[in-house]
T-cell receptor
Framework: KAGVTQTPRYLIKTRGQQVTLSCSPI?????VSWYQQTPGQGLQFLFE???????NKGNFPGRFSGRQFSNSRSEMNVSTLELGDSALYLC?????????????FGEGSWLTVV | KNQVEQSPQSLIILEGKNCTLQ??????????LRWYKQDTGRGPVSLTI?????NTKSNGRYTATLDADTKQSSLHITASQLSDSASYIC?????????????FGRGTQLTVWP
């Protein structure tokens, strides 16, 4: 079956712009979460959605937002981009809650802010 | 504070040798612990998942152990192969107030030399 699909894979933006990243979870998965990965900080949790509701949020500024649609697809948006937002953004999906189900990651979206 | 610490930060071994990676966590209340393998530029791939009642879990040449009392886990790789070169990330999820949130270690960068 198809895995977690993230688009776009690579993008370059300038400071001050905004960006929207998309994630299509594995069919049937209702939980979608987002992560930022940088060499200095490793993987950091952004937020998690379950059935269109944000269930948990990491320690990121309000410039980072997300949403989940009724078909479980999710988007995350970063407004007023800063150089420090350059990172690999990973989306992951899971069948239900994080109670032991395997969490599948997409290949990520590489964002470079110049 | 909920944290996940991994050691060593990096490790070089010769092909065919065994190695053990360590993970200590303070996440509470604890739900489960996962080990992921991440190749450079790719999304993480799940190796094992263990709940607090499980002591060991194997996946081919990968064997994970968990001591929920001391909050320690290890990942043992047997008969290493060149393709094992990757970052190995320990991920802990909580329950209750932290349900839906994942806590990541910074990973152990493993390099296997021929």
């Amino acid at each position: 079956k198809a895995g977690v699909t993230q688009t776009p894979r690579y993008l370059i933006k300038t400071r001050g712009q905004q960006v929207t990243l998309s994630c299509s979870p594995i069919s049937g998965h209702r939980s979608v979460s987002w992560y930022q990965q940088t060499p200095g900080q490793g993987l950091q949790f952004l937020f998690e959605y379950f059935s269109e509701t944000q269930r948990n949020k990491g320690n990121f500024p309000g410039r980072f937002s997300g949403r989940q649609f009724s078909n479980s697809r999710s988007e995350m948006n970063v407004s007023t981009l800063e150089l420090g937002d350059s990172a690999l953004y990973l989306c992951a999906s899971s069948l239900e809650a994080y109670t032991g189900n395997t969490i599948y990651f997409g290949e990520g979206s590489w964002l470079t802010v110049v | 504070k909920n944290q996940v610490e991994q050691s060593p930060q990096s490790l070089i071994i010769l092909e065919g040798k065994n190695c053990t990676l360590q993970c200590n966590y303070t996440v509470s209340p604890f739900s489960n612990l996962r080990w992921y393998k991440q190749d450079t530029g790719r999304g993480p791939v799940s190796l094992t998942i263990m709940t607090f009642s499980e002591n060991t879990k194997s996946n081919g040449r990968y064997t994970a152990t968990l001591d929920a009392d001391t909050k320690q886990s290890s990942l043992h790789i047997t008969a290493s192969q060149l393709s094992d070169s990757a970052s190995y990330i320990c991920v802990v999820s909580g329950r209750g107030s932290t349900l839906g949130r994942l806590y990541f270690g910074r990973g152990t960068q493993l390099t296997v030399w021929p």
